[in-house]
């Protein structure tokens, strides 16, 4: 992947009971997502939606830090980024690599 026109979106999410969320404002190609664990042994699933909910991208059963390469298209605001089924609460880091323009 080319790094140019690629900008770095950091989200930190709180979670609590096994859940939290967090929200962006991006428009581009989500190209790559990558989550820090509070504990090596935490288990997780993230799932990324538009404003009106639908579904961008999601990942489940992972453990531990993990990057995700994908390919979808994000438009407009607020889009949210929910990690859930969670079995360590605390603050989860993400890192998302959006490439803007053609």
């Not at 026109?5 to 950091?10: D, E, I, P, R, Y």
């Not at 581009?28 to 990558?34: D, F, W």
């Not at 994000?74 to 880091?93: L, M, N």
């Amino acid at each position: 992947m080319s790094w140019i026109n690629v900008k770095s979106v950091t989200l930190t999410v709180t979670v609590a009971s096994g859940a939290g969320s967090a929200t962006f404002d991006e428009i581009g190609n989500l190209k790559t997502v990558a989550v820090l664990v509070p504990t090596a042994d935490a288990a997780y699933a993230f799932d990324i939606t538009d404003v009106d909910s639908y579904g961008i991208v999601g990942a489940s059963g992972l453990v531990g830090n993990q990057t995700v390469e994908v390919d979808k298209l994000i438009v407009g605001a607020k889009h949210t980024f929910t990690i859930s089924s969670a079995t360590r609460d605390g603050e989860y880091t993400v890192r998302l690599w959006v490439r803007q323009g053609v």
